[in-house]
Nanobody, 124 residues
Framework: QVQLVESGGGSVQTGGSLRLSCAAS????????MAWFRQAPGKEREFAAT????????IYANSVKGRFIISRDNAKNTVYLQMNSLKPEDTAVYYC?????????????????WGQGTQVTVSS
C-alpha cells in the first residue's frame, strides 16, 4: 500500500507563489506516474498536471500551463507542484495521485493512490 502525503498549501494573494510537495511511502515510487488534481468548492475534481516516471514527459491543463511546474525527485520519493502567478480561480484543495501503470493520464479514475489533499486559497 502506498501512502501519499501533501504539504505546502496555504493562503496567498493574487500573483503569489506556492510550492506543494507530496511525499510517498514505499520503494516503488520511481515506477509510478504522478499527477496533481484539484477540486474547488462545488466543482468536480479536475486535472492539473502529470509527470512520467523519469520526468521525461509532462502534461499540463490549459488553465495552469505556463504558470505551474510539476517535478519529482525519485531519490526523495517526492513530487512537487510549483505554482506561480496564482489567481483566485486556482483556489481549491490540491491532491497528488499515483498511477501504477505507465503512461500519462488526465483522468482521475486512472490513478490508484491519492493523498488527503492540501488547501490552497488565493485572495484578490
Amino acid at each position: 500500500q502506498v501512502q501519499l502525503v501533501e504539504s505546502g498549501g496555504g493562503s496567498v494573494q493574487t500573483g503569489g507563489s506556492l510550492r506543494l510537495s507530496c511525499a510517498a511511502s514505499g520503494r516503488a515510487f520511481g515506477s509510478y506516474t504522478m499527477a496533481w488534481f484539484r477540486q474547488a468548492p462545488g466543482k468536480e475534481r479536475e486535472f492539473a498536471a502529470t509527470i512520467s516516471q523519469s520526468s521525461s514527459a509532462t502534461i499540463y491543463a490549459n488553465s495552469v500551463k505556463g504558470r505551474f511546474i510539476i517535478s519529482r525527485d525519485n531519490a526523495k520519493n517526492t513530487v512537487y507542484l510549483q505554482m506561480n502567478s496564482l489567481k483566485p480561480e486556482d483556489t481549491a484543495v490540491y491532491y497528488c495521485a499515483g498511477r501504477v501503470r505507465g503512461g500519462l493520464g488526465q483522468t482521475a479514475s486512472l490513478y490508484d493512490y491519492w493523498g488527503q489533499g492540501t488547501q490552497v486559497t488565493v485572495s484578490s
